[in-house]
């Protein structure tokens, strides 16, 4: 079970601050509920990148120098979860600009915007129907 996205697009997010990013990242899975299991963070090295572990939060990072691309991996099942939101408000303060946009199985679309460390949401995301990251539930537009 879970919802089926395909994320896509591409952020300014220097290669010396993956690490970093990263680091920020398993923070912040932490306390939220996913794929990755922080109990068996020993499992995971720490020489994670921002590719290693994006397929917990439902997509595939290609890193061309200071820009990572987003894609999805149909045959890794990326299903959205509260990790996955944390993903992308993790990384928000590594980030100089770009956008990634979501597509949910039931076609519905949103969308984060990066500038200057900062992320906003444009778009209903069609897992926990909210229209900021761990915004409250709101009834589908136009609905």
Do not use: C
Request: proline share 6%.
């Amino acid at each position: 079970m879970g919802y089926l996205v395909h994320p896509s697009g591409r952020l300014n997010l220097p290669e010396s601050q993956d690490a970093a990013a990263v680091a920020a990242v398993k923070a912040a899975w932490r306390d939220r509920r996913g794929w990755y299991d922080p109990q068996h963070e020993h499992a995971y090295p720490p020489s994670d990148t921002l590719a290693d572990i994006a397929e917990f939060a439902a997509a595939r990072v290609t890193r061309d120098g200071d820009w990572i691309e987003f894609d999805h991996d149909d045959g890794n099942d990326p299903k959205w979860s509260d990790q996955a939101t944390a993903f992308y408000v993790a990384i928000a303060p590594f980030v100089r600009s770009g956008a990634v946009s979501v597509e949910g199985e039931d076609g519905g679309t949103w969308s984060y915007t990066y500038a200057d460390g900062q992320i906003s949401q444009q778009g209903w995301n069609g897992w926990d129907g909210t229209i900021e990251p761990f915004g409250e539930q709101v009834d589908y537009p136009g609905a």
